[in-house]
């Protein structure tokens, strides 16, 4: 069974800086899909960013862009220019490509702090 | 553009009484449904998901069921409310098919179990 792990629970960063949030993952399969998504305090969950496994290039969306290392199974998120509305929990996970494995597999979410 | 939505915001009930949470979703066709708990400071638990209207498949075992009445519509309840089933509870949709991959994900319901 696929499996994602995100291994700090919580994290700070002073704003305007940059801020790397990790994850591994384990599956067996070779295509897939990875995602980070956000959870403000309001508890709405928003995508921020989605990978497709086929894809060797990094995905970008404004300040945010993933480090997607397939070998190792890492997924890790970087924020660029921090900024006070960034702060929220936030959880990094898989879906397998396969169309009869309909479900999305979340990590346990790191909660990011964004000091003033 | 298509849009969520999903009531009531916030709930309390008391242990042994009824459930009732609905979801529904506007501006698209046939979607992907999903219904997730949250516990409090922790990730999300798959409970349902549905890919069409009557099919529904659960992923964990429990007093909540599910029903899919209505192409947009999808409805998580209990017979009888446990204390345990406290929690934030999240709809969610996708396009059905290859290629829409990612969730969309509703306002949630604050459930609490007295």
């Known amino acids: 069974a696929q499996t994602v792990t995100q291994s700090q629970p919580e994290m700070s960063v002073q704003e305007a800086e940059t801020v790397t949030l990790s994850c591994t993952y384990d599956t067996s399969e070779s295509d897939y899909y990875l995602f980070w998504y956000k959870q403000p305090p309001s508890r709405q969950m928003i995508l921020v960013i989605r990978q497709e496994a086929y894809k060797q290039q990094n995905a970008t969306e404004n300040r945010f862009s993933v480090n997607f290392q397939k070998a190792a199974k890492s997924f890790s998120l970087k924020i660029s220019d921090s900024q006070l509305g960034d702060a929220a929990m936030y959880f990094c996970?898989?879906?397998?490509?396969?169309?009869?494995?309909?479900?999305?597999?979340f990590g346990k979410g790191t909660r990011l702090h964004i000091l003033p | 553009s298509q849009t969520i939505h999903q009531w009531p915001a916030t709930l309390v009930q008391p242990v042994g009484s009824p459930l009732s949470l609905e979801c529904t979703v506007e501006g698209t066709s046939n979607p992907n449904l999903y219904w997730y708990r949250q516990a409090a400071g922790r990730g999300l638990q798959l409970l349902f998901y549905s890919v069409g209207i009557g099919q529904i498949s659960s992923e964990v075992p429990q007093n909540l069921s599910a029903s899919r009445p209505q192409d947009r519509q999808f409805i998580l309840s209990s017979k009888k409310l446990l204390l345990s089933d406290s929690g934030f509870y999240l709809c969610?949709?996708?396009?059905?098919?290859?290629?829409?991959?990612?969730?969309?994900f509703g306002p949630g319901t604050r459930l609490t179990v007295l």
């Open positions: 996970a898989y879906r397998s490509a396969s169309l009869r494995d309909d479900k999305i597999i």
């Open positions: 969610a949709w996708r396009f059905p098919g290859t290629g829409h991959n990612e969730q969309f």
